[in-house]
């Protein structure tokens, strides 16, 4: 018996306005709107120029895009795809999105840790992500670096190390107790030569 092998379709565009491809970002991002995502990244961030307009819709956009699975500035346009637009306040197009992001700076990601720093105390404050307030419980806190790799020959910070992979480094904090999951808490990008298991300090 011969099989057809060859698929129907070659490809498919979610373009129907009455259709939502990512519902489930209608709850996720009304509790960071709760939290002050934006609100935050408005007060800490300053990145020059017009590309840094309305940085706490640009950051919440980035922040949708990447729970929507995009893993590129062009993967962010699923944001704009069918009914999108009637379930997001606001969404911007790849190409500023990826402007935006081109006009940091080193200062700009130690502002973006402040942000995500308040931003996890107001999300602890009003949700159970790191146990109920009045718990006592021991905290068991995890350092652990891992690498992401990168392609292309202008990415800031990438090298080999010690894997053997082009890639940036980051140390990852999280934190546990015996009643919560791993939450990650805090993270930084670090020089590629250093090595975990030969206790490197985090460095910057």
């Not at 997001?88 to 700076?105: D, E, I, K, Q, W």
């Not at 905290?139 to 392609?151: R, S």
């Amino acid at each position: 018996m011969r099989l057809f092998h060859t698929p129907p379709v070659a490809s498919a565009v979610f373009d129907d306005e009455n259709l939502v491809s990512f519902a489930g970002l209608v709850p996720l991002m009304a509790l960071a709107r709760r939290a002050g995502l934006a609100r935050l990244a408005d007060t800490w961030l300053s990145v020059p120029t017009d590309k840094g307009a309305n940085a706490g819709l640009k950051v919440c956009s980035l922040v949708a895009g990447m729970a929507a699975g995009a893993d590129s500035i062009d993967d962010i346009d699923v944001l704009r795809t069918g009914g999108m637009g009637k379930v997001l306040t606001s969404t911007y197009a790849p190409s500023t999105l990826g402007s935006f992001l081109r006009a940091f700076r080193f200062g700009h990601v130690r502002q973006l840790d402040a942000v995500a720093s308040r931003f996890l105390t107001s999300l602890a404050a009003d949700t159970a992500l790191l146990g109920a307030p009045t718990a006592q419980s021991t905290v068991m806190v995890d350092l652990d670096d891992t690498i992401v790799q990168v392609h292309g020959h202008q990415k800031q910070g990438a090298a080999f190390g010690y894997s053997g992979v082009r890639g940036i480094n980051a140390i990852l904090a999280t934190a546990s107790t015996d009643t919560v999951a791993p939450v990650v808490v805090a993270q930084r990008l670090r020089r590629q030569l250093r090595v975990t298991a030969r206790g490197d300090p985090p460095g910057p």
